[in-house]
Nanobody, 125 residues
Framework: QVQLVESGGGSVQAGGSLRLSCVTS????????MSWFRQAPGKEREFVAA????????YYAAFVKDRFTVSKDGAKNTMYLQMNSLEPEDTAIYYC??????????????????WGQGTQVTVYS
């Protein structure tokens, strides 16, 4: 069983930055493919960023446009999402997720087996 706990959300002015954390327990993070998803009010949950087991391979949604960086810290068993140049359209609840499936990257929410509780990000203009 894997437990995921997000933190780091908050309210920030457009153009600002936030760093989200996802602390993982139950499994070593370097054995997990992990991702960030987000869900805005009235919208479906969407993919944001993914990182492979080793932490060397990453993949981003098109709307990220080089603004976000996903990373892992094996010593802390934690995944991060550094978000820069935030826009009001980035306002959403951000979730970390992982899967037991044999996949290189997790980019579909339907393939996730474990979810965190989410952390709210609000960007105001």
């Amino acid at each position: 069983q894997v437990q995921l706990v997000e933190s780091g959300g908050g309210s920030v002015q457009a153009g600002g930055s936030l760093r989200l954390s996802c602390v993982t327990s139950g499994r070593t993070i370097n054995t997990l493919v992990m991702s960030w998803f987000r869900q805005a009010p009235g919208k479906e949950r969407e993919f944001v960023a993914a990182i492979d087991r080793s932490g060397s391979g990453t993949y981003y949604a098109a709307f990220v446009k080089d603004r976000f960086t996903v990373s892992k810290d094996g010593a802390k068993n934690t995944m991060y999402l550094q978000m820069n140049s935030l826009e009001p359209e980035d306002t959403a609840i951000y979730y970390c997720a992982t899967s037991d499936q044999n996949t290189k990257l997790l980019t579909f929410a339907t393939r996730a087996d474990y979810w965190g509780q989410g952390t709210q990000v609000t960007v105001y203009s």
